[in-house]
């Protein structure tokens, strides 16, 4: 990972233009960074190609913005850690009180996306706008939907309705609240969807339309710091499914401070696992109880979470209340102050 030198100017670039905003692109790899053999969009290196390539790649991108590249990292998303993360937003939370930079861009890999949105719209400290984007097609493919993706990112960052609305991603002209966007496709270029929610908004070559907002907190308002925190709390998943071992919650307790049980349904799971969740109470480890299936909501449940002393997760999927419960670690550890967290955020 790269710390940026946070005194860069932009008047230094080349084609830097007074009457326009200032946007900081961070790029951390993926497939927008992927390069393999032409034409085709499949067996590609993710994470090959420099920012400055993805920047050149995109036609007429210094009409919208100035834009300063950084290169934070360059890997499969696979590969991000918490350690990433933390060095995201620290970066952003530095740079945003820049009086001329306007707004942050984020090259990612598509696979845990969803996962460096999220994470970012609890900790990062501006109003400021921060979208992330990637490709399904690396740069190599015939098509390749990275230069639109960013070209789009960039024109939303310098865009001041942009302002105020959490992190966002930008993908296929869809615009995603970094909350509820998930990955929905394993291929096809938009693979991108908030579900049950639709979009914010749409891109339309350089303009944005807004129509809805997440009304969950978020940025400014969320409540949680990093500033002083350098790892962060060990949360894992348990999937469950039928006849599933409960003793993987015994396992997963050795080496979590926190458990995320995607369950059947609306996120119930069978009685020897309820047996079991109720024990880890008394070790102190919170468990999130979670749905499996990608929709809906998960909703506190008389029998199971009074019996178990589980704590629904709303309407986050798995791989989300995940990072909400790392987060919600950091202070306190107090099963109705995390619940209280779950409907909030």
């Not at 939907?145 to 310098?158: H, I, R, Y």
């Not at 925190?229 to 949360?235: F, G, H, K």
């Not at 989300?320 to 419960?325: F, P, T, V």
Request: charged fraction near 15%; proline fraction near 5%; include cysteine.
């Amino acid at each position: 990972m790269i710390i940026p030198d946070y005194s860069v100017q932009f008047d230094t670039l080349p084609s830097y233009n007074p009457e326009l905003k200032n946007v900081v692109v961070l790029a951390t790899g993926g497939t927008i960074a992927g390069s393999g053999e032409a034409h085709k969009t499949l067996n590609y290196e993710p994470g090959s190609l420099p920012i400055e390539h993805l920047l050149d790649s995109v036609p007429h991108l210094n009409e919208i913005a100035n834009c300063l590249g950084i290169q934070i990292s360059n890997l499969c998303s696979a590969d991000i850690t918490g350690q990433h993360w933390l060095t995201l937003a620290t970066i952003i939370n530095k740079m945003a009180l820049r009086p001329d930079v306007h707004g942050f861009v984020i090259t990612h890999g598509t696979d845990t996306l969803d996962e460096t949105s999220y994470f970012l719209n609890l900790v990062v400290k501006t109003d400021k706008p921060v979208i992330i984007t990637g490709s399904m097609r690396p740069a190599t493919a015939i098509s390749a939907d990275g230069p639109l993706n960013l070209f789009q990112s960039v024109a939303l960052a310098a865009n001041p309705e942009a302002q105020g609305q959490g992190v966002m991603v930008v993908f296929a002209e869809g615009i995603y609240s970094g909350r509820d966007v998930q990955k929905v496709n394993t291929f096809k270029a938009n693979a991108f969807d908030e579900r049950d929610f639709g979009c914010l908004g749409y891109m339309r070559d350089h303009q944005a339309f807004f129509y809805t907002r997440s009304l969950k907190k978020h940025t400014t308002d969320a409540q949680f710091d990093i500033s002083n925190i350098t790892e962060l709390p060990a949360v894992s998943v348990a999937y469950f499914h039928v006849d599933a071992d409960p003793g993987i919650l015994d396992y997963l307790a050795t080496i979590s401070q926190g458990i995320v049980i995607a369950g059947a349904g609306g996120g119930i799971y069978s009685k020897p696992w309820i047996d079991r969740v109720r024990s880890l109470k008394n070790s102190n480890i919170p468990v999130v109880r979670c749905s499996r299936i990608s929709s809906g909501i998960t909703l506190k449940d008389a029998y199971i979470d009074l019996s178990a002393n589980s704590i629904p997760c709303n309407s986050l999927v798995p791989q989300k209340a995940r990072i909400l419960l790392s987060l919600a670690l950091t202070q306190t550890t107090d099963y109705h102050e995390i619940a209280s967290m779950f409907n909030e955020y």
